[in-house]
């Protein structure tokens, strides 16, 4: 299956691409985690994309469709995969359509996972990752074993640098303004699925799974 994940900011996205990745056995496309890479290695993308991540707009739709159109044609996308954190904004939506088109795929399901402002605010400005193995911690939920080291790989955990308060409020305008028509494009298109995203971790991963299995017996 070809799944987009669609929330806003610290909704869930990550954690739950990541459990289905592993229960489906399809890769999770994290396209903030493909530019955190690239600003940590200095690359050019790095580069182009640091000072855009930082103030908490998007990088641009051209930039960002290069970057998908190369990573769905990788040997592990046979089998579908999860596009966790794009599309952003229509063109982007557009212009996925138009790649997949081409090679004769279309997207199955957009699962848009919701939360509140407050919940997107109090969980990133607790939220800390490896920045060696991009796993995920939070404060709150889901502290780490020993203090502020990552259990998988003992790398000092670190708050993401667009994960302040202040960005995180830009970060929300930027996803109503952008990202939220979104839900219109795939619920005209039939294949829109809301999730609600406040319950914990597993109460949502059983609805997305849920979702899933329903869609895949029909
Ligand atoms: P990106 O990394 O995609 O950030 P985001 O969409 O803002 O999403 P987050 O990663 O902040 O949150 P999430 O929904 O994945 O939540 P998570 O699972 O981590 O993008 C970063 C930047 O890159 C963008 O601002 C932009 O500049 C650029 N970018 C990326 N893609 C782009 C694109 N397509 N176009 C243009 N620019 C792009 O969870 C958050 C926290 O909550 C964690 O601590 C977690 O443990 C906790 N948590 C999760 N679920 C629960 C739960 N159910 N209950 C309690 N705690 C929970």
């Known amino acids: 299956m070809r799944l987009v994940f669609l929330g ?38 790095g580069k182009k994309a640091r000072s855009y991540m930082d ?27 999860i596009l966790d954190g794009f599309p952003r904004t229509l063109a982007q939506a557009m ?20 939360v509140a402002d407050e919940t ?7 939220r800390r ?10 404060l709150d939920t889901d502290r780490p074993k020993r203090d502020n ?3 998988r790989c003992g790398v000092e955990l670190v708050l993401r ?10 970060r929300l305008n930027v996803y109503r303004n ?6 219109d494009y795939y619920d005209s298109k039939g294949i829109l699925r809301k999730v609600d995203g406040e319950g914990s971790v597993d109460e949502v991963f059983a609805s997305i799974m849920g979702i899933l299995t329903e869609v895949r017996q029909s």
């Open 8 to 45: 806003p900011p610290g909704s869930g996205k990550g954690t739950q691409a990541r459990m289905v990745s592993e229960s489906m056995n399809i890769p999770q496309i994290s396209t903030g985690d493909i530019l955190r890479e690239a600003v940590a290695r200095r690359t050019d993308l």
């Open 95 to 114: 212009g996925l359509d138009e790649i997949l088109t081409q090679r004769g795929e279309t997207i199955d399901l957009a699962i848009l996972i919701e």
């Open 120 to 126: 997107v605010v109090r969980r990133l400005t607790r």
């Open 178 to 183: 952008d990202t939220l028509p979104l839900a």
């Open 129 to 138: 990752i490896c920045p060696a193995c991009h796993a995920l911690y939070n």
């Open 55 to 81: 103030a908490g707009q998007l990088v641009p739709d051209d930039i960002m469709l290069a970057l998908i159109e190369k990573r769905v044609d990788g040997t592990d996308c046979t089998g579908g995969y």
């Open 161 to 170: 640098s667009d994960d302040e308060e202040k960005t995180v409020r830009t």
């Open 149 to 151: 080291l990552c259990d």
